[in-house]
């Protein structure tokens, strides 16, 4: 499984962007995709995830009402709209793919098999 994080770029406070991830390669029905961010000098935190099969999405407090994730119907790109960014959003922002999670688990970074390589989100103030 192979994904392709892209769509990050330099924006000021109070802009939107949307970022996307394509997924190929051995496909699941099952399982997760889940975008996590990391920001320099701090750990991996998770940022949102959907279910594959179901399409149940579920955020972090700190994005819940400015961002969205959503998938194409073929389920093969997703996407994460990022709306009223903020300075502290910036990060590289991965994309991952996992094929059994639960969801205790889904906020974990642990709890996914596949990762991409990373889009850099540059919110300026």
């Known amino acids: 499984v192979q994904l392709q994080a892209s769509g990050g770029g330099l924006v000021q406070a109070g802009d939107s962007l949307r970022v996307s991830c394509a997924i190929s390669?051995?496909?699941?029905?099952?399982?997760?995709i889940g975008w996590f961010r990391q920001a320099p000098g701090k750990e991996r935190e998770f940022v949102a995830a959907?279910?594959?099969?179901?399409?149940?999405?579920y955020y972090a407090d700190s994005v819940k009402g400015r961002f969205t994730m959503s998938r194409a119907s073929a389920k093969n790109t997703v996407y994460l709209q990022m709306n009223s960014l903020k300075p502290e959003d910036t990060a590289v922002y991965y994309c991952a793919a996992g094929e059994r999670i639960i969801l205790s688990a889904i906020r974990s970074t642990r709890a996914y098999n596949y990762w991409g390589q990373g889009t850099q989100v540059t919110v300026s103030s």
């Open positions: 959907i279910f594959r099969s179901a399409g149940n999405t």
């Open positions: 390669g051995r496909t699941f029905s099952n399982g997760a």
